[in-house]
């Protein structure tokens, strides 16, 4: 079974803080996703990564940054955290190749609260 | 065009009944409709998708319907029971990227 972990279930942060979230998937897949989760908007792509330090800005890039080093970790940044920034981050991962009709697989989620 | 928009937001049915989900998208290029089903607390986990050159696909208790020309698929779930009670996504997606419905929140009711 493919397993894709993220680093906390929850995290509080500060306005202005530096925030990182880590994502690790254990199946060897291309692809890894980063979105956000807000009621009543569904999930938003962020970033997405197709190879290690390869990434492509999703649809709500701005205020964010990734990195992915390593081909089963892909990280998200916040630089500076906003109060709007506020949500649940869901990060994915697919197999990659063929880039067509692709299972992703996610994560348990991140519930980051700004203050 | 890159929209797929889902309805209804919030569903309540008894125990039995058969709840419907209705997507639409515009995009004519995408070329696969998954379902994602999301309990809470955890990630969305695929359920099941369907490709447009099928009209219907089957699988268990939960069946896709698809209607290209309409540009319309839904999701039934037949014989609900109170553990399928989760929030639903459509999707659909040209590629790697996948464009999500807002969400449907489903209880089903003992």
């Known amino acids: 079974d493919v397993k894709v972990t993220q680093s906390s279930r929850y995290l509080v942060k500060r306005t202005g803080e530096k925030v990182f979230l880590e994502c690790v998937q254990d199946?060897?897949?291309?692809?890894m996703f980063w979105y956000r989760q807000d009621p009543g908007l569904g999930l938003r792509l962020i970033y997405f990564s197709y190879d290690v330090k390869m990434k492509e800005k999703g649809d709500i890039p701005e205020g964010y940054s990734v990195s992915r080093e390593k081909k089963e970790r892909f990280s998200l940044i916040l630089e500076s955290a906003s109060t709007n920034q506020t949500s649940m981050y869901l990060c994915?991962?697919?197999?990659?190749?063929?880039?067509?009709?692709?299972?992703?697989?996610f994560g348990p989620g991140t519930r980051l609260l700004v203050l | 065009q890159q929209q797929v928009k889902q309805s209804p937001q919030s569903l309540i049915v008894q125990k039995g009944g058969i709840p419907i989900i209705n997507c639409a998208y515009e995009n004519t290029a995408f070329d696969y409709f998954p379902w994602y089903q999301q309990f809470p607390g955890k990630g969305p986990a695929l359920l099941i998708a369907?490709?447009?050159?099928?009209s219907e696909k089957k699988e268990g208790r939960f069946t896709i319907s698809f209607n290209k020309s309409a540009k319309q698929f839904s999701l039934h779930i037949m014989d609900s029971q109170p553990g399928d009670s989760a929030t639903y996504f459509c999707a659909a997606s040209n590629g790697y990227k996948y464009i999500f419905g807002t969400g449907t929140r489903l209880k089903v009711l003992a």
């Open positions: 369907i490709r447009p050159d099928v």
């Open positions: 199946m060897d897949h291309e692809n």
């Open positions: 994915a991962s697919s197999l990659g190749g063929t880039l067509s009709q692709e299972t992703q697989y």
